[in-house]
């Protein structure tokens, strides 16, 4: 009788461990579904990142509304387009206020993305947004006075952050782009347009 006790005993023991392992791997379980909820949506509010360099400006009209009226005859393979918007409207719940976003379009592909700060009384809104979004520049950086550049590129991505100083006033600015783009993102072949 003692043995057929231990041995209920036992297996009720085992049942009841089951029960707690079982409960707690599906908290775990919603816990992790929660964690990529929460990792997707801070993603997906900031859709200017969603866009990867090199897609097809059909693509991206999803996001940005102002290429639908693209015209790549229009710019040949001379010229790139820098379309402008504000930046805020493309990244709910960002620093992005008082800044511009460029999209640069070559060839009917997004070549390079841009941000534009040049509000000196708003200072440091896109170090905030990098360090949220992208990755930290580094406290110096946020440094006021600061000017110079941070080389944050991932993978094949060309990613700058930095302050340069124009006109006794500090310009701060973000550039996305890749190695295949780079060259179609500056200088007197970009060319200002309109959507």
């Not at 897609?55 to 387009?81: C, M, P, Q, R, W």
């Not at 440094?143 to 550049?149: A, E, I, P, R």
């Not at 973000?174 to 200088?187: H, Q, S, V």
Request: proline share 1%.
């Amino acid at each position: 009788m003692t043995g057929q006790i231990e041995h209920n005993l036992f297996i009720n023991s085992i049942e009841n461990f089951y029960q707690l392992f079982k409960f707690n791997f599906v908290k775990k379980i919603y816990f992790y579904i929660l964690l990529l909820l929460f990792i997707t949506n801070k993603s997906l509010a900031c859709q200017l990142l969603n866009v990867p360099i090199g897609s097809n400006v059909n693509s991206a009209v999803t996001i940005f509304e102002f290429l639908e009226g693209h015209n790549k005859d229009v710019y040949g393979d001379e010229f790139s387009a820098k379309y402008e918007d504000y930046a805020l409207d493309y990244c709910e719940g960002s620093s992005l206020e008082n800044s511009d976003l460029e999209v640069i379009v070559y060839n009917s592909k997004i070549a390079g993305i841009n941000l534009i700060n040049s509000h000196n009384e708003n200072k440091n809104e896109i170090y905030e947004f990098v360090k949220n979004f992208i990755s930290d520049p580094g406290s110096e950086a946020k440094n006021n006075s600061w000017t110079g550049y941070k080389n944050l590129s991932i993978g094949d991505l060309i990613i700058t952050y930095g302050k340069t100083e124009i006109s006794n006033e500090i310009i701060e600015y973000l550039e996305i782009t890749n190695a295949e783009m780079f060259d179609f993102t500056l200088g007197e072949r970009v060319m200002n347009a309109t959507g």
